[in-house]
């Protein structure tokens, strides 16, 4: 006759079924099956094994160890672990340093050039999976570097939300002593978009590579926005060029648009936003951003939103279809002012609220 597997009761059947269904470490729910089958429905291990999806010796030496010891036989930390390393953690941590010096610096590392690294410490060829796996331990991951400027000053960049709030006090101080309008705290930009196609990565079914069309037609057109991040407010318009002229067009419209405000705008270095034929209204006045610091204004996030919703893997037949784009999307971002905010409200602009 068969041997007739059984646990011993050293806890109740509810206290048995209560552990395996809510103990928070899947190895300990798993043991606590295996007693649960021998204690409630005891019969043969290979039944028991064949049922809670382990091996024969597995339920073997489940059983004979709570049999003995209770409890403590379950909820004892499986071995685990690395068994077959060629280097400690902390050797990897070391190997991996001045590859951590290179990504900081948004330099190419590819695990390649890791794997020869490895291979050159543990003296013989190992399998990619090796480093993914090295790699995955320390919590590195595969990310596009954020772009900067070669000529961006990090420490005026510094400087300059440093004395954010200080630079729109004085703005706020050179205006009639008698306009007394609410203040609209803003950030202004210009871009350029046109019939040359961008391709971006997008989701597609296994087996399936998609297709993107792409052409380069140079043909351009220019959006001017402005937006107040806090009050999630944005105007902009579609003009043929950047320069002066369109510049002046563009601040007159905001400040019709805004009559009923006071505007502290934030701008970058174009040279139209310092020519000496720009006019400024009389209820606008602009801050200078560092040169060479798009990543400090606001308005890019719009034009990163633009780009990727509604210019990416496409062609445009003509620069109206361009222009009839724009339009469509500028109005619906003008609509969405939880949206504005949320892209926008930078930390400076937090800091003069």
């Given at each position: 006759?068969?041997?007739?597997?059984?646990?011993?009761?050293?806890?109740?059947?509810?206290?048995?079924?209560?552990?395996?269904?809510?103990?928070?470490?899947?190895?300990?729910?798993?043991?606590?099956?295996?007693?649960?089958?021998?204690?409630?429905?005891?019969?043969?291990?290979?039944?028991?094994?064949?049922?809670?999806?382990?091996?024969?010796?597995?339920?073997?030496?489940?059983?004979?160890?709570?049999?003995?010891?209770?409890?403590?036989?379950?909820?004892?930390?499986?071995?685990?672990?690395?068994?077959?390393?060629?280097?400690?953690?902390?050797?990897?941590?070391?190997?991996?340093?001045?590859?951590?010096?290179?990504?900081?610096?948004?330099?190419?590392?590819?695990?390649?050039?890791?794997?020869?690294a490895f291979e050159k410490r543990v003296g013989?060829?190992?399998?990619?999976?090796?480093?993914?796996?090295?790699?995955?331990?320390?919590?590195?991951?595969?990310?596009?570097?954020?772009?900067?400027?070669?000529?961006?000053?990090?420490?005026?960049?510094?400087?300059?939300?440093?004395?954010?709030?200080?630079?729109?006090?004085?703005?706020?101080?050179?205006?009639?002593?008698?306009?007394?309008?609410?203040?609209?705290?803003?950030?202004?930009?210009?871009?350029?978009?046109?019939?040359?196609?961008?391709?971006?990565?997008?989701?597609?079914?296994?087996?399936?590579?998609?297709?993107?069309?792409?052409?380069?037609?140079?043909?351009?057109?220019?959006?001017?926005a402005v937006v107040a991040p806090q009050e999630?407010?944005?105007?902009?318009?579609?003009?043929?060029?950047?320069?002066?002229?369109?510049?002046?067009?563009?601040?007159?419209?905001?400040?019709?648009?805004?009559?009923?405000?006071?505007?502290?705008?934030?701008?970058?270095?174009?040279?139209?936003?310092?020519?000496?034929?720009?006019?400024?209204?009389?209820?606008?006045?602009?801050?200078?951003?560092?040169?060479?610091?798009?990543?400090?204004?606001?308005?890019?996030?719009?034009?990163?939103?633009?780009r990727e919703k509604a210019f990416s893997n496409?062609?445009?037949?003509?620069?109206?279809?361009?222009?009839?784009?724009?339009?469509?999307?500028?109005?619906?971002?003008?609509?969405?002012?939880?949206?504005?905010?949320?892209?926008?409200?930078?930390?400076?602009?937090?800091?003069?609220?």
């Amino acid at each position: 006759m068969a041997r007739i597997t059984r646990a011993a009761p050293h806890v109740s059947v509810e206290e048995v079924r209560e552990r395996m269904s809510n103990d928070p470490r899947s190895l300990y729910r798993k043991r606590w099956f295996i007693i649960y089958n021998a204690l409630v429905d005891p019969r043969e291990a290979k039944d028991i094994a064949k049922h809670t999806g382990v091996s024969v010796a597995t339920v073997h030496k489940m059983i004979s160890s709570y049999n003995r010891l209770g409890v403590a036989a379950v909820e004892t930390p499986g071995k685990g672990g690395r068994r077959n390393e060629y280097m400690t953690v902390e050797e990897e941590r070391e190997l991996l340093t001045p590859f951590f010096e290179r990504a900081k610096k948004g330099e190419l590392t590819t695990a390649a050039h890791i794997k020869q690294a490895f291979e050159k410490r543990v003296g013989h060829e190992v399998d990619e999976t090796t480093i993914y796996r090295l790699l995955e331990r320390h919590q590195w991951r595969k990310v596009v570097p954020r772009p900067f400027h070669p000529k961006a000053d990090k420490e005026e960049q510094r400087l300059f939300l440093q004395n954010f709030a200080t630079l729109v006090e004085e703005a706020i101080e050179s205006r009639d002593p008698e306009d007394d309008r609410p203040i609209l705290k803003m950030a202004q930009d210009e871009a350029c978009f046109g019939r040359i196609s961008t391709t971006r990565r997008s989701w597609a079914p296994k087996h399936i590579r998609p297709l993107s069309p792409k052409q380069v037609v140079r043909e351009y057109t220019y959006v001017y926005a402005v937006v107040a991040p806090q009050e999630g407010k944005m105007v902009s318009l579609i003009l043929p060029c950047a320069d002066t002229s369109m510049m002046n067009i563009f601040l007159q419209h905001v400040s019709h648009t805004f009559s009923k405000y006071f505007l502290v705008i934030q701008v970058d270095q174009a040279g139209w936003h310092s020519a000496k034929d720009l006019i400024i209204p009389e209820n606008i006045r602009l801050i200078p951003q560092p040169a060479y610091s798009p990543e400090l204004n606001p308005v890019e996030h719009i034009w990163e939103e633009l780009r990727e919703k509604a210019f990416s893997n496409r062609v445009f037949v003509s620069l109206d279809a361009v222009i009839d784009t724009l339009c469509d999307q500028l109005r619906q971002l003008e609509d969405n002012s939880k949206l504005l905010h949320s892209m926008t409200y930078f930390p400076h602009f937090r800091m003069v609220s």
